[in-house]
């Protein structure tokens, strides 16, 4: 084992996929706060109880109160090691993470969360030196997910990695292609797939459109009413809208100050049956996994806003999706699927997705991001846990295969 003291980290933080499966379960996180804060009292400047309660504020509610906390964390420590038990022989990982909330990076807790691997969560931070010594490691992986707040970092790491005596996955200038404008410059000529033209545009260019249609027209021939409108780096719909014409937009600007937009053509995807179905599909190394399947009447879809925990018939085609992955719906799309992640060349990524009524896949976003657990009730979801076990083990054992043992790394 590395000798810990003449290492620069502090134990790590409560695992954030510990902290989502509490709040999941129902469990009410204000004691655990108010024992954080007693914490607090005999040692204020402690950095992982000033990440735990990061953690705890935003899933609590209050971001902006669990960002300063972190922000405090960060002025102690930007390095931090796993919490859980790990053996001799444990392979250690460095995941490169950006600050900011807990939708910024790879939630890499859920992979590898109580395997015989010793985390090491470096915040990279422009213009702060690395800590020293570092800590041996076997590998690394960026885990900083696609948004303006983060290309700063992305630099950084860049740099950083650029002789860096360990193998590095999922690259920094890989990850901001995931945009989802040039994401479709992409995948645009992909036989067999089909991504809505994206355009980022200014406040004063929407604000534009709702003078009429002249300006649609020079943005180009697809961008007609309706629109599907979202703020730049907003995740989880949050202010995602359709704009059935320029009439709505006043009104949908009028509740955001947000400053840049994406704009993309509302797709029709809905099934025969009158419902939208979307998939969240990740990939281990160039190979697709299941993560879930959402079955909603409103083309806006969430997998625990959909009511697959109060309809049998749901999950029953959720189970069919996930464990006839392989022979079903990951060979129908087998072509466009293997052209995605090699236009990418990320080692971990995940899309959600549809599929169009011509039978196309329809592609929604791209992101290293994106959640994959495996926190539902087995009972309701018997099939989830062995499909999401699959994923993770292939994950350790993609970082396993990759890893150059012993490595020093300054």
């Given at each position: 084992?590395?000798?810990?003291?003449?290492?620069?980290?502090?134990?790590?933080?409560?695992?954030?996929?510990?902290?989502?499966?509490?709040?999941?379960?129902?469990?009410?996180?204000?004691?655990?706060?108010?024992?954080?804060?007693?914490?607090?009292?005999?040692?204020?400047?402690?950095?992982?109880?000033?990440?735990?309660?990061?953690?705890?504020?935003?899933?609590?509610?209050?971001?902006?109160?669990?960002?300063?906390?972190?922000?405090?964390?960060?002025?102690?420590?930007?390095?931090?090691?796993?919490?859980?038990?790990a053996s001799s022989q444990a392979l250690r990982v460095v995941a490169f993470m950006a600050p900011g909330n807990i939708g910024t990076n790879t939630p890499i807790g859920f992979l590898l969360n109580c395997r015989d691997v010793v985390l090491y969560s470096l915040y990279v931070v422009p213009g702060k030196p690395l800590p020293d010594p570092f800590p041996e490691h076997d590998i690394a992986i960026v885990t900083m997910c696609e948004e303006d707040a983060n290309r700063p970092a992305l630099r950084e790491?860049?740099?950083?990695?650029?002789?860096?005596?360990?193998?590095?996955?999922?690259?920094?200038?890989?990850?901001?292609?995931?945009?989802?404008?040039?994401?479709?410059?992409?995948?645009?000529?992909?036989?067999?797939?089909?991504?809505?033209?994206?355009i980022r545009v200014s406040r004063s260019t929407f604000e534009d459109i709702t003078k009429g249609t002249a300006l649609i027209d020079r943005l180009g021939p697809e961008f007609t009413f309706p629109?599907?409108?979202?703020?730049?780096?907003?995740?989880?719909?949050?202010?995602?809208?359709?704009?059935?014409?320029?009439?709505?937009?006043?009104?949908?600007?009028?509740?955001?100050?947000?400053?840049?937009?994406?704009?993309?053509?509302?797709?029709?995807?809905?099934?025969?049956?009158?419902?939208?179905?979307?998939?969240?599909?990740?990939?281990?190394?160039?190979?697709?996994?299941?993560?879930?399947?959402?079955?909603?009447?409103?083309?806006?879809?969430?997998?625990?806003?959909?009511?697959?925990?109060?309809?049998?018939?749901?999950?029953?085609?959720?189970?069919?999706?996930?464990?006839?992955?392989?022979?079903?719906?990951?060979?129908?799309?087998a072509g466009a699927l293997s052209a995605i992640v090699k236009t990418f060349g990320l080692e971990y990524m995940g899309i959600d997705c549809a599929e169009m009524p011509d039978g196309r896949l329809l592609v929604f976003e791209g992101e290293v991001a994106m959640v994959a657990h495996n926190m539902d009730s087995p009972a309701l979801y018997p099939y989830k846990g062995p499909q999401m076990q699959k994923l993770f083990s292939s994950f350790e054992e993609m970082l396993r295969r990759k890893a150059v043992p012993r490595a020093i790394c300054v």
């Open positions: 084992m590395v000798n810990q003291t003449k290492i620069a980290y502090h134990p790590a933080p409560i695992c954030i996929s510990d902290l989502f499966k509490a709040v999941f379960d129902g469990k009410n996180l204000k004691p655990l706060r108010e024992s954080m804060i007693s914490r607090l009292q005999s040692n204020p400047d402690d950095p992982a109880v000033l990440m735990n309660l990061c953690a705890i504020d935003q899933l609590l509610g209050s971001p902006v109160s669990g960002l300063q906390f972190q922000q405090q964390a960060l002025a102690h420590s930007r390095l931090y090691q796993s919490y859980w038990p790491t860049e740099r950083l990695i650029a002789n860096w005596p360990c193998p590095v996955l999922n690259r920094p200038d890989r990850i901001p292609p995931l945009a989802r404008n040039i994401m479709y410059s992409h995948l645009r000529e992909i036989p067999g797939l089909f991504m809505s033209p994206t629109l599907i409108a979202r703020p730049v780096d907003s995740h989880a719909g949050k202010n995602l809208v359709k704009l059935d014409g320029p009439q709505g937009v006043a009104s949908y600007l009028a509740g955001t100050e947000v400053a840049e937009f994406f704009l993309s053509p509302f797709v029709e995807y809905r099934s025969s049956d009158g419902m939208y179905r979307k998939f969240r599909i990740v990939w281990v190394d160039g190979r697709p996994y299941p993560c879930h399947m959402a079955i909603a009447e409103d083309w806006k879809v969430w997998y625990y806003s959909a009511g697959m925990e109060t309809i049998m018939a749901k999950r029953n085609e959720e189970e069919i999706f996930m464990t006839t992955f392989d022979d079903g719906f990951g060979r129908r799309h």
